[in-house]
C-alpha cells in the first residue's frame, strides 16, 4: 500500500508521540509499503521513508498547526495513496490516531493538577483563548462527526474519551495498544550497564533505585516522587536514589526536595537516548502521572521487566496487574500509597517476583504487534473503498 503518514514534527527529541510515529512508519516500510511522511520539520528521506517537507510560517505562531494541517490536506489530494494516517485531525485523513489522546481530555488533566480553584479556573480560562488549541478542537470535533475518519486509540482510555466527549465508539473507534521498539536486553548488557551507570553516579549496588521519564514533570508526577522520597526517610528508609531523565527545568523540584531534605537522593540527567540503559541500572520505574493516554516509558520498563508504578489517568496502566507486574494508583495525588508501594518493592524478594510478571508482558508491548494490528485496518479500509468504488 502507498501510505501517508502525516505528523507535524518527527524530532524524536520532542516527545513519545514524535518517536512512536517515526517508529511505526519505518516498521511500515519494512513490511513492504510505500511509506511517505508529510511533516513540517526539514528532514531528509531514508533508504525506507520518503519525507515531504511543507514548510510552514506564519506570524501568529499558536496558528502554524493550523497552517501545517491545511497544507497537508491540500498535499494529500493532490497525490493518490491508498491510505492516510494522521496524528492530528487533519481533514481528509482515513485514519486519525491521536497519540496525545483527545484534546478535551488533555485540557481537562492539565486543569486538573492545579492545586487550587483559582488556579484551575485561571487555566481554563486561557486555554479557552488559546488560538492553537480552539483551531485543534474544532478540527477534532469535525473529524468526529459523520463522515470523518476511523480514530485509531492507543488505549482503551482514549476509546473512553472518544465515547464521553463526542458520542461515538465502535466500530468507529479501534483500539490498537500502544507498542514501543524496545526488545529485552540480554543479561550480560543489563549488568553491565547497572554497574557502569551506578558507578558513574556513585550509588551502591544495593540502592534501591527509582527512574522518572518525563518532559513535563509537573504533568508526569514528578513532584509527587520526591514527595514519597521525603515520606520514605521518615519511614528510616533512607538508601533510594532517583535517576529523573527530562528536559524540564528542574530548579522547582530541586528546590521542593532541598526544602524536604532529600535533595541529595536525587540525580537529574536531562534528556538522554539511553533509557533502556537506565531502566537496567534502576530497580523501579515510578511514574505517577496526572495524564498518559499510553506512556511509551512504562510500556519500555515492562518490555525490559523493571516493576512500574502508574496511575489509572495513564492507559498504559490497562496492562499492568496491580501487585503483580506492578502498581497502579488511583491518583497521582495519593502519595501514601505511592510511598507504601516503593517500600514494598524495597523487598529484593517481592521486586524479583514482580520483575518475572513484568518481562511476559514483552510480547504485548511491541511495536511490531501496534504496527501488524494497524496494517490490518489499513488493509480493511481499502478493501472496503475498493468494493465501494467497484
Known amino acids: 500500500m502507498k501510505i501517508?503518514?502525516?505528523?507535524?514534527?518527527?524530532e524524536a527529541w520532542r516527545g513519545g508521540a514524535e518517536t512512536s510515529t517515526l517508529e511505526l512508519a519505518e516498521l511500515l516500510a519494512g513490511r513492504g509499503h510505500d511509506v511517505h511522511v508529510v511533516t513540517s520539520s526539514r528532514r531528509p528521506s531514508t533508504p525506507v521513508l520518503t519525507i515531504h517537507h511543507l514548510p510552514v510560517s506564519h506570524p501568529l505562531r499558536p496558528l502554524r498547526?493550523?497552517?501545517?494541517?491545511?497544507?497537508a490536506a491540500a498535499f494529500v489530494r493532490a497525490h493518490e495513496f491508498d491510505i492516510v494516517h494522521s496524528i492530528a485531525p487533519l481533514p481528509g485523513?482515513?485514519?486519525?490516531?491521536?497519540?496525545?489522546?483527545?484534546l478535551r481530555e488533555t485540557l481537562e488533566r492539565n486543569v486538573a493538577l492545579r492545586a487550587t480553584p483559582g488556579r484551575r479556573l485561571f487555566k481554563r480560562a486561557t486555554s479557552a483563548l488559546n488560538l492553537k488549541y480552539r483551531e485543534l478542537l474544532r478540527l477534532e470535533r469535525q473529524a468526529c462527526g459523520a463522515g470523518g475518519p476511523i480514530i485509531a486509540a492507543v488505549s482503551n482510555y482514549v476509546a473512553e474519551q472518544f465515547r464521553r466527549y463526542y458520542g461515538i465508539g465502535p466500530p468507529r473507534v479501534r483500539v490498537i495498544f500502544n507498542g514501543v521498539r524496545s526488545e529485552p536486553a540480554p543479561p550480560r548488557q543489563r549488568e553491565d550497564d547497572r554497574?557502569?551507570?551506578?558507578?558513574?553516579?556513585?550509588?551502591?549496588a544495593d540502592t534501591l533505585v527509582l527512574l522518572c521519564v518525563a518532559h513535563n514533570f509537573r504533568l508526569k508526577g514528578v513532584p509527587r516522587v520526591i514527595d514519597a522520597l521525603a515520606r520514605l526517610a521518615a519511614r528510616e528508609l533512607r538508601d533510594v536514589r532517583a535517576i529523573i531523565i527530562g528536559r524540564d527545568d528542574p530548579v522547582p523540584v530541586q528546590r521542593q526536595a532541598e526544602r524536604l531534605g532529600v535533595a541529595n537522593r536525587l540525580i537529574f540527567v536531562g534528556s538522554s537516548p539511553r533509557v533502556a540503559a537506565y531502566l537496567h541500572a534502576a530497580d523501579v520505574c515510578v511514574h505517577p502521572t496526572y495524564y498518559d493516554p499510553c506512556s511509551r516509558v512504562v510500556l519500555e520498563a515492562l518490555a525490559q521487566g523493571v516493576p512500574t508504578i502508574t496511575t489509572r489517568q495513564n492507559g498504559a496502566a490497562e496492562i499492568i496487574h496491580d501487585g503483580g507486574s506492578g502498581y497502579v494508583l488511583d491518583s497521582a495525588d495519593d502519595v501514601a500509597g505511592l510511598t507504601e508501594r516503593i517500600a514494598r518493592l524495597a523487598d529484593p524478594v517481592a521486586r524479583a517476583a514482580m520483575a518475572a510478571e513484568a518481562a511476559l508482558l514483552a510480547p504485548r508491548v511491541r511495536m511490531s504487534r501496534h504496527v501488524e494490528e494497524l496494517e490490518a485496518l489499513f488493509g480493511e479500509l481499502r478493501d472496503n473503498r475498493r468494493s465501494t468504488e467497484a
Not at 498547526?65 to 497544507?71: Q, W, Y
Open 4 to 10: 501517508a503518514v502525516i505528523v507535524e514534527s518527527i
Open 65 to 71: 498547526t493550523g497552517a501545517f494541517l491545511r497544507k
Open 93 to 102: 485523513a482515513d485514519v486519525y490516531q491521536p497519540r496525545g489522546g483527545s
Open 195 to 204: 554497574r557502569s551507570l551506578r558507578e558513574q553516579y556513585a550509588i551502591g
